[in-house]
């Protein structure tokens, strides 16, 4: 599958964005979907995403409370919302999939998008 964020840009801190990943194809209880982030330098670290179901969530939790995943199985798209952003909250967003239950791990990821850039500024 192929996935295609977007949604990116410049906010100041306190403001919301909202990013999608379209995939080019069904992700409804084929794929566990989810969204990582990277700064330079860092690791790229789980942000949020679905079980396989898509019946529960998870996040990571630096953003519980401020970042909502949804999904719309119909576009074969997920979203992630992202309010009462921070400038900590600066980078690269990836969506990602993978043919199992979670997508925590960036080590299980098989799929990843090409990445939509945040910045937040104070």
């Known amino acids: 599958v192929q996935l295609q964020a977007s949604g990116g840009g410049l906010v100041r801190a306190g403001g919301s964005l909202k990013l999608s990943c379209a995939a080019s194809?069904?992700?409804?209880?084929?794929?566990?979907m989810g969204w990582f982030r990277q700064v330079p330098g860092k690791e790229r670290e789980f942000v949020a995403g679905?079980?396989?179901?898509?019946?529960?969530?998870a996040y990571a939790n630096s953003v519980k409370g401020r970042f909502t995943i949804s999904r719309d199985n119909d576009k074969n798209t997920i979203y992630l919302q992202m309010n009462s952003l921070r400038p900590e909250d600066t980078a690269v967003y990836y969506c990602?999939?993978?043919?199992?239950?979670?997508?925590?791990?960036?080590?299980?990821?098989?799929?990843w998008g090409q990445g939509a850039q945040v910045t937040v500024s104070s």
């Open positions: 679905f079980t396989l179901s898509g019946a529960s969530t």
């Open positions: 990602a999939a993978r043919k199992g239950q979670t997508v925590v791990l960036v080590t299980t990821v098989d799929y």
């Open positions: 194809g069904p992700i409804d209880k084929i794929y566990a």
